[in-house]
């Protein structure tokens, strides 16, 4: 009788710890998933600040159910003009072009990228992932100016953070890798096909695709900060001085930018001067 009972305390004192040790668990999961959620508003509102705000985004992650989309098409829309970059801390121009953006058959979080990045005359062949780490909603949909958006039926807005990894041919010049954390805002339309959102496009703090990350030469290991975006650059200190839209701090102009200055600021005195420089600018120079 008393073996009996000191067995049955001891299975009570056994599941009692099994059950603690799983709501500790738990708890542990839920306090990384917190971290990685607070650490994922810092990065979105950051880059989209004052578009987005903290307090506007769910904090449900909407990553699984909306997998059966294809967020590929939203790295290729944007005319290549309106992509703006720099590499190094002179805020030296780059030029960067995602040719295709393939969904992975196998990894809905997953994309095979193929593109060709350019500085100065130097144009590299590069081949990498995107790997979404997460998609958010923002609980109050913009309808940009005037509510021109407000009644044509969209049904969800929101952004997605993911990590991405371009590697560039090693038997190029000046060659090395691209790594960093994309930020993209997308909006799903009264059909249910997912849009590249521009509804702020007439916002003068208005951008998209944003790329903040690091180039790493492959020969001298040598690490530069790399950034680029659409119509914006996110972490861009003092180099974009625009402000209804991009304009280049006179300081640097020197360092690649001097023909993207000549297409957006020229007036009528300058109008074939300003014409050329646009028709340089939308060359499709990666083909």
Not at 200 to 210: G, L, V
């Amino acid at each position: 009788m008393k073996r009996n009972k000191l067995n049955n305390n001891g299975r009570l004192m056994k599941s009692f710890f099994k059950q603690k040790a799983k709501t500790i668990f738990i708890m542990v999961v839920i306090i990384i998933l917190c971290k990685q959620t607070n650490a994922q508003d810092t990065i979105i509102t950051s880059i989209f600040k004052p578009l987005i705000v903290t307090n506007n985004l769910t904090e449900m992650e909407y990553k699984d159910s909306l997998k059966s989309y294809d967020f590929g098409k939203l790295w290729t829309e944007t005319r290549n003009a309106m992509v703006h970059g720099f590499i190094g801390k002179d805020y030296q121009r780059i030029r960067i072009k995602i040719i295709k953006a393939i969904k992975d058959k196998n990894n809905s979080d997953k994309y095979n990228i193929i593109g060709k990045s350019m500085v100065k005359d130097n144009i590299n062949v590069f081949n990498g992932t995107i790997i979404i780490t997460s998609v958010r909603l923002l609980k109050e949909m913009h309808y940009g100016v005037d509510d021109d958006y407000k009644n044509i039926g969209i049904k969800k807005e929101g952004v997605l953070v993911a990590k991405y990894h371009f590697v560039e041919d090693s038997t190029q010049k000046h060659s090395g890798i691209f790594e960093g954390t994309l930020a993209t805002l997308w909006y799903i339309d009264k059909n249910g096909k997912l849009i590249y959102d521009s509804i702020e496009f007439h916002s003068d703090p208005y951008c998209n695709n944003q790329f903040a990350g690091t180039w790493k030469d492959y020969k001298s290991n040598i690490t530069l900060t790399c950034n680029w975006g659409d119509y914006r650059i996110p972490f861009s200190g003092d180099l974009d001085i625009g402000a209804g839209e991009f304009s280049v701090n006179e300081k640097y102009i020197k360092n690649g930018w001097e023909n993207c200055m000549k297409a957006t600021g020229w007036s009528e005195k300058n109008r074939r001067e300003g014409m050329q420089a646009i028709k340089i600018e939308e060359m499709k120079w990666w083909k």
